[in-house]
């Protein structure tokens, strides 16, 4: 496991919840950082993801409701999910990529991925 997440758990819909990445191992300053999630039997999807200079993209699902940031003096990455729909209920993973831009590479490091529970 290279990258390391934290902060699943189960809420109701309309709740909140804080995902973390620690991404220390790497020179963190030079990675482009995603959060995809996966519902079994379905493809990993892309949730979000920021770039060295914090621009950021969003799947459509989750735009208006979910933020990502990363804090660069502690290299980590961090997904806020608000307002929670029991379709977001998925394994969390996140991932980086070598690169200052994100620019549609595949990602080579991954975490374990963390859990969220979205009950209706």
């Known amino acids: 496991v290279q990258l390391v997440e934290s902060g699943g758990g189960s809420v109701q819909s309309g709740g909140s919840l804080r995902l973390s990445c620690d991404a220390s191992?790497?020179?963190?300053?030079?990675?482009?950082m995603a959060w995809f999630r996966q519902i079994p039997g379905k493809e990993r999807e892309l949730v979000a993801n920021?770039?060295?200079?914090?621009?950021?993209t969003y799947s459509d699902s989750v735009k208006g409701r979910f933020t990502i940031s990363r804090d660069k003096s502690k290299a980590t990455v961090h997904l806020q999910m608000n307002d929670l729909r029991a379709a977001d209920t998925a394994r969390y993973y996140c991932?980086?990529?070598?690169?200052?831009?994100?620019?549609?590479?595949?990602?080579?490091?991954w975490g374990q991925g963390t859990q969220v529970s979205v009950s209706s």
């Open positions: 991932a980086g990529v070598n690169m200052k831009f994100c620019t549609g590479s595949p990602f080579p490091y």
């Open positions: 920021i770039d060295i200079g914090d621009r950021t």
């Open positions: 191992r790497f020179t963190y300053r030079n990675l482009c």
